[in-house]
């Protein structure tokens, strides 16, 4: 393999270890282990499993549904058209998230981080239905780590490794996307804004 190559299998590694699908997953696990709240072993796993078959078994059996409807072609969603109907899905199976797994009266801080994550959705999917592509990559991350940097005031925790790991998570995904003319700085920029702030506008309900 020539050293042109390994990039370019690295940078397309990037997008697809840190896919919005994970991402998710990757904050509830952060949480509950790093919580100091006590949260008995058998809920952590049944969070971690029922969030694990809903927000990504579930979004690729959606895939694979609609790629053999002709509605998608590629898990990237590279056109606006591809993006529609995954994340209208999307926005329900969150819905479901916060309805049946991470209810208010459970674990609030999770609940808004959700609540967050649906309205990054709804507003990504008012944008690609007005032909905007926004960076859904930078929208997952934005909301992570915008929900890492809470965590850390909220709990008064030193956890200045995970938001420095985070950070650069942030921009190897943000990089990634521009070398592979997934998109645009604009859409990077604008995918980044859709997925801090409503995590940022939503913290005076649990900060």
Same mark, same amino acid.
């Given at each position: 393999?020539?050293?042109?190559?390994?990039?370019?299998? &690295?940078?397309?590694?990037?997008?697809?270890?840190?896919?919005?699908?994970?991402?998710?997953?990757?904050?509830?696990?952060? #949480?509950?282990?790093?919580?100091?709240?006590? $949260?008995?072993?058998? $809920?952590? #796993?049944?969070?971690?499993?029922?969030?694990?078959?809903?927000?990504?078994?579930?979004?690729?059996?959606?895939?694979?549904?609609?790629?053999?409807?002709?509605?998608?072609?590629?898990?990237?969603?590279?056109?606006?058209?591809?993006?529609?109907?995954? =994340?209208?899905?999307?926005? /329900?199976?969150?819905? =479901? =998230?916060?309805?049946?797994?991470?209810?208010?009266?459970?674990?609030?801080?999770?609940?808004?981080?959700?609540?967050?994550? =649906?309205?990054?959705?709804?507003?990504?999917?008012?944008?690609?239905?007005?032909?905007?592509?926004?960076?859904?990559?930078?929208?997952?991350?934005?909301?992570?780590?915008?929900?890492?940097?809470?965590?850390?005031?909220?709990?008064?925790?030193?956890?200045?490794?995970?938001?420095? /790991?985070?950070?650069?998570?942030?921009?190897?995904?943000?990089?990634?996307?521009?070398?592979?003319?997934?998109?645009?700085?604009?859409?990077?920029? &604008?995918? /980044?804004?859709?997925?801090?702030?409503?995590?940022? &506008?939503?913290?005076?309900?649990?900060?």
């Amino acid at each position: 393999m020539t050293l042109g190559k390994f990039n370019k299998y &690295i940078i397309k590694s990037l997008s697809f270890v840190f896919h919005p699908v994970i991402m998710p997953l990757l904050a509830v696990h952060f #949480y509950l282990k790093k919580s100091p709240r006590f $949260i008995p072993e058998e $809920i952590v #796993y049944a969070k971690l499993i029922s969030l694990s078959i809903l927000s990504i078994a579930l979004p690729i059996l959606v895939y694979f549904l609609l790629k053999t409807l002709g509605k998608t072609e590629s898990i990237y969603l590279k056109t606006t058209k591809e993006r529609v109907y995954p =994340l209208l899905i999307n926005c /329900l199976i969150i819905g =479901l =998230l916060i309805l049946r797994v991470f209810p208010l009266d459970q674990i609030p801080e999770l609940y808004f981080f959700f609540v967050g994550i =649906l309205i990054s959705n709804i507003t990504c999917l008012i944008f690609a239905i007005a032909k905007f592509k926004a960076s859904i990559h930078l929208i997952a991350t934005g909301g992570v780590f915008m929900f890492f940097i809470a965590f850390a005031i909220h709990f008064s925790v030193n956890i200045n490794g995970s938001l420095a /790991l985070m950070a650069i998570i942030t921009g190897a995904v943000a990089s990634s996307r521009l070398s592979l003319k997934a998109h645009t700085p604009k859409e990077l920029i &604008i995918g /980044l804004f859709i997925g801090i702030t409503p995590q940022l &506008i939503l913290l005076q309900y649990w900060l």
